[in-house]
């Protein structure tokens, strides 16, 4: 197949193009309109292959992404504003690329009869949920600009299905960690800043719960989606590893050996989900898995930013730092 992806510079776009290039044949368009979080390095020594291209270009560009799309198989859509406490000064950017982008995309590709289409989304769009875990067909009821735009666009990618029958497939994941996350998130934030002996900011009380994938279990996950999934049909993908903000700290303090002191609490974000939860069971049925334990994969994950400063620590102090300790993001 030859596949379209968008926002294949972004830290999950990124490990995905790596996925596929490597457990498949098929040909990899990445488009990308490299914004801060989008960085080419993340797909250092594939610019060589003959199997991938590059495009640098909006989402919102109609004229562009016909032009970039047209002879695709499929579209593979991670192009997102993703940062929940910049969406919550700058809602406008998320709804203008997270909305009206997404909805860019799927005009084109339904014009040009592209094959399929995956819109790749979150886990964030249900809300919060005290107890039990959310299935696919549960009521979208976000709280943030971001996870707002980004339920407008699952909105959108359904009524494309619905309408005019063209095939779409939703993907809503939980929180994905790994290699190339820009470091504004808190996995990411929390390593480099404990490597660097920095403070590492907690919101609140730091009991809010998530549940982690590691980033190459979710790629897995949506090429099964891609290859097998139902036109129409929305899945979740999550792993399982239900932690708490506290917990996940704990941890990663005793894989770098620092101290408890470290910790800095810093005000609760404005409108902060308490516990996130989704039912995977749905995905497993098209023969996926998790690949990775949680530890197995944290400790990947830590070694991989201990290895390759090269990589973040320019991030840090360049044109889009990340947030430090006044609005970090720990979703």
């Given at each position: 197949?030859?596949?379209?992806?968008?926002?294949?510079?972004?830290?999950?776009?990124?490990?995905?193009?790596?996925?596929?290039?490597?457990?498949?044949?098929?040909?990899?368009?990445?488009?990308?309109?490299?914004?801060?979080?989008?960085?080419?390095?993340?797909?250092?020594?594939?610019?060589?292959?003959p199997r991938y291209r590059f495009v640098q270009g909006d989402i919102c560009d109609v004229r562009l992404v016909e032009e970039a799309l047209a002879g695709h198989d499929a579209v593979l859509n991670f192009a997102a504003e993703s940062h929940v406490d910049r969406s919550i000064l700058y809602?406008?950017?998320?709804?203008?690329?997270?909305?009206?982008?997404?909805?860019?995309?799927?005009?084109?590709?339904?014009?040009?009869?592209?094959?399929?289409?995956?819109?790749?989304?979150?886990?964030?769009?249900?809300?919060?949920?005290?107890?039990?875990?959310?299935?696919?067909?549960?009521?979208?009821?976000?709280?943030?600009?971001?996870?707002?735009?980004?339920?407008?666009?699952?909105?959108?990618?359904?009524?494309?299905?619905?309408?005019?029958?063209?095939?779409?497939?939703?993907?809503?994941?939980?929180?994905?960690?790994?290699?190339?996350?820009?470091?504004?998130?808190?996995?990411?934030?929390?390593?480099?800043?404990?490597?660097?002996?920095?403070?590492?900011?907690?919101?609140?009380?730091?009991?809010?719960?998530?549940?982690?994938?590691?980033?190459?279990?979710?790629?897995?996950?949506?090429?099964?989606?891609?290859?097998?999934?139902?036109?129409?049909?929305?899945?979740?993908?999550?792993?399982?590893?239900?932690?708490?903000?506290?917990?996940?700290?704990?941890?990663?303090?005793?894989?770098?050996?620092?101290?408890?002191?470290?910790?800095?609490?810093?005000?609760?974000?404005?409108?902060?989900?308490?516990?996130?939860?989704?039912?995977?069971?749905?995905?497993?049925?098209?023969?996926?898995?998790?690949?990775?334990?949680?530890?197995?994969?944290?400790?990947?994950?830590?070694?991989?930013?201990?290895?390759?400063?090269?990589?973040?620590?320019?991030?840090?102090?360049?044109?889009?730092?990340?947030?430090?300790?006044?609005?970090?993001?720990?979703?």
């Amino acid at each position: 197949m030859k596949l379209f992806i968008t926002g294949g510079a972004g830290f999950i776009g990124s490990n995905y193009v790596r996925w596929v290039l490597s457990h498949s044949d098929d040909e990899v368009t990445v488009y990308d309109k490299l914004t801060y979080a989008g960085n080419l390095e993340n797909l250092k020594g594939l610019d060589a292959g003959p199997r991938y291209r590059f495009v640098q270009g909006d989402i919102c560009d109609v004229r562009l992404v016909e032009e970039a799309l047209a002879g695709h198989d499929a579209v593979l859509n991670f192009a997102a504003e993703s940062h929940v406490d910049r969406s919550i000064l700058y809602a406008g950017e998320f709804v203008r690329t997270n909305v009206l982008g997404t909805n860019t995309l799927l005009d084109a590709a339904r014009r040009l009869s592209i094959g399929r289409f995956v819109h790749v989304s979150t886990d964030e769009t249900y809300g919060s949920i005290e107890s039990g875990s959310f299935r696919e067909e549960d009521p979208l009821t976000p709280s943030s600009a971001y996870s707002a735009s980004k339920a407008g666009a699952d909105l959108l990618a359904r009524s494309y299905w619905i309408t005019f029958g063209y095939p779409v497939l939703i993907t809503r994941s939980s929180n994905n960690f790994g290699p190339y996350q820009y470091p504004e998130k808190l996995i990411p934030l929390f390593v480099t800043n404990l490597l660097s002996d920095r403070p590492v900011p907690l919101y609140g009380d730091g009991l809010n719960v998530r549940d982690w994938i590691y980033v190459e279990d979710n790629c897995a996950a949506i090429d099964v989606v891609l290859r097998s999934g139902g036109a129409g049909e929305t899945y979740n993908i999550g792993a399982g590893n239900e932690l708490t903000n506290v917990e996940l700290t704990e941890r990663l303090l005793a894989m770098l050996g620092k101290p408890e002191s470290l910790v800095q609490p810093v005000e609760d974000r404005l409108g902060h989900d308490r516990r996130y939860s989704i039912d995977s069971s749905k995905v497993r049925t098209l023969g996926w898995d998790p690949a990775w334990s949680f530890d197995d994969a944290l400790a990947a994950t830590v070694d991989w930013y201990r290895e390759n400063r090269w990589w973040w620590e320019p991030l840090k102090t360049g044109a889009h730092p990340p947030s430090g300790l006044v609005v970090p993001d720990q979703d």
